[in-house]
Structures are given as C-alpha cells and as structure tokens.
C-alpha cells in the first residue's frame, strides 16, 4: 500500500498495491495517475465525497414503491418482487444469458442509458439505451472533463451484496473503438476491482473503488488486461457501478 499525500486538502490518499508501477498525483484533474505495462488508469478513491455519494446512490435506487434505497436489504427479495419493483430513475433488469443451453440469470442487475442512437452489444446480449436523466448527465459531464472525452452511453451495475459479482471479461468490442477510455464511477459498498494480464493471468492489480471511487481505464489496457469484480460474501451491502462509454 502506498501513501500520498494531496498538499492541497491535506489528506492521506492510500493507493492499492501498485508498487512497481510508476505513478504521479495529476493536480489539474485531482487522479493518480498509473502507468502500468500497455496500459494506463486514473484513479481517486475520495473523487465524490460522501454526501454527494450518498445523494447520487438514492437517486439510483429511487422507486415509488417507498422502499428505503440505503436501508433495504435488496437480497432478501424473491427475484419476481424485485422485477416488479418500479425504480423511477434507472432501468434496472436482470438479464440471462444461454449457458449449456439453460438461461442463466447473471449474478447482478443491469441497465443502458444513453443517446437514443447507440445500441450495444456485451455478453451476447444487445441493449437498447433508455435515455438520459439529470443525475446521469451530471456524473456524465463531471467525468468527461477528468476524462478528457465525450460519453454517449453507460452501462450501470448493481450488485445487490458481496454474493453479486462480474467475472473476467475485457471491454473491447468493436463499437468502442481502438482503445477505449472507460470511466468507473462507484457508489455503496466498497468492492474491490481487479484487472489481470491477458498474457500472465497470476499478475494482478487490485483497486479497492469505495464509495465515490473514480477509476478511468484508458491506452490499450483493454487488449492486454482483462477486469473483473469477484464475490466477496462477507459483504452485505449494496453497489452500484456506472460506466462510462463511447460507442463510435
Ligand atoms: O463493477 C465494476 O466495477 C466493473 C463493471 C465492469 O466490469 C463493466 O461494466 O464492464
């Protein structure tokens, strides 16, 4: 674990083990900046601080069915009384995918928004976006400029506890261009994110994103790392991830 200190709030900001790897606090945008082999990742772990994080988590939560998003414990619902649920902001939905020709629910909710325009194709699954509100417009553009880019789409994930997770997978598919810049934005639970050499699947790099964690993976990290987020049952709280996409 390395410790820096940011001289302008004056507090400790811990890294994860990237020791070995060069990196610099970048001021103008206010990231770590890590340059590892093919790759490269701007990290802060403290990019949104609590009581934004807090406002933006219940908004993504929020349902007319008067169910506490920060208070409810979502795993205890049967998968038919979630589904039923209406959340006002986001179109979550449990995809399934075809394994050994069974559907097999994946292990987290989803859901797409973005420009109308953009379809988008991940896992065998293609998603249609459901469009933009203001609280996703807002994170939008805050990280486009720590980003330097523009953002048509994001792809969010909820894991409703620790049991919830996504397995090793790149995001290189074609409509997001040569080397993507992918901007990860984490509310709730704190959940660690690890990225693996394609190459060399026992070199592993483990970013914990709490919550208000920013992590933007850019360069050509998506063709030679692949990412994951494993289980991690002690946990019993909720997460949401949103990524930040271009579709070209
Ligand atoms: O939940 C996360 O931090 C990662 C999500 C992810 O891997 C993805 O959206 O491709």
Not at 108 to 133: F, I, N, Q
Not at 211 to 219: D, K, P
Request: with cysteine; glycine share 6%.
């Amino acid at each position: 674990m390395n410790l820096f200190c940011n001289d302008d709030n004056f507090l400790p900001i811990a890294l994860p083990s990237t020791t070995g790897y060069d990196y610099r606090w970048v001021e103008s945008i206010k990231m770590f900046e890590i340059n590892i082999p093919n790759g490269k990742v701007l990290y802060n772990p403290t990019y949104f601080d609590k009581l934004t994080s807090d406002y933006y988590l219940k908004h993504l939560l929020a349902n007319s069915n008067n169910l506490e998003p920060l208070k409810t414990d979502w795993r205890l619902f049967e998968k038919e009384k979630l589904d039923a649920i209406n959340f006002v902001n986001i179109g979550w939905h449990h995809d399934s995918i075809k394994m050994y020709c069974k559907d097999v629910f994946l292990p987290r909710y989803s859901a797409w928004h973005g420009d109308s325009d953009k379809p988008y194709t991940y896992s065998g699954l293609t998603l249609s976006p459901k469009p933009w509100y203001t609280g996703l417009l807002e994170i939008k553009k805050k990280i486009e400029i720590t980003a330097n880019t523009e953002f048509n789409s994001v792809l969010l994930n909820w894991y409703r506890d620790g049991a919830d997770y996504i397995g090793w997978h790149t995001d290189a598919e074609r409509e997001l261009g040569k080397n993507p810049i992918i901007g990860s934005v984490n509310f709730g639970a704190t959940r660690n994110f690890q990225i693996r050499r394609i190459d060399n699947n026992a070199e592993i790099i483990s970013f914990p994103l709490s919550h208000g964690t920013v992590l933007i993976m850019m360069g050509e990290l998506q063709h030679f790392w692949q990412h994951a987020v494993p289980k991690e049952k002690k946990i019993n709280t909720t997460r949401i991830n949103l990524t930040f996409r271009t579709i070209k």
